[in-house]
Nanobody, 123 residues
């Protein structure tokens, strides 16, 4: 069974930084594809960044140059370094994983999800 547990969320002033972590319990010989999504109440879920099995990364346009996705390969732990946070980044952030290889920004691609961690950036 796959378990994903996010941490690192919090409240910061606009312009500040946070680093999200996703502790992944994935028992497999394959390297999963993983991603970060975010969603606010009443809004659609949005793909923030993904990291495919072979190292490909993708970012949604609004976070390019500010956010960096990375992974501890040995442990399959996923990270999201968020710099220059803006009030528009305020959301619940979710970690997702799948046994496939693709770096996908579509939530339906992923079979495993964490419970989320709240990020709030205030002006």
């Amino acid at each position: 069974q796959v378990q994903l547990v996010e941490s690192g969320g919090g409240s910061v002033q606009a312009g500040g930084s946070l680093r999200l972590s996703c502790a992944a319990s994935i028992y497999s010989y394959s390297t999963p594809s993983m991603a970060w999504f975010r969603q606010a109440p009443g809004k659609e879920r949005e793909g923030v960044a993904c990291l495919g099995s072979y190292g490909r990364t993708r970012y949604t346009d609004s976070v390019k140059g500010r956010f960096t996705i990375s992974k501890d390969t040995a442990m399959n732990n996923l990270y999201l370094q968020m710099n220059s946070l803006e009030p528009e980044d305020t959301d619940m952030y979710y970690c997702a994983a799948d046994s496939g290889t693709a770096c996908a920004m579509y939530g339906g691609t992923y079979n495993y999800w964490g419970q989320g961690t709240q990020v709030t950036a205030s002006s």
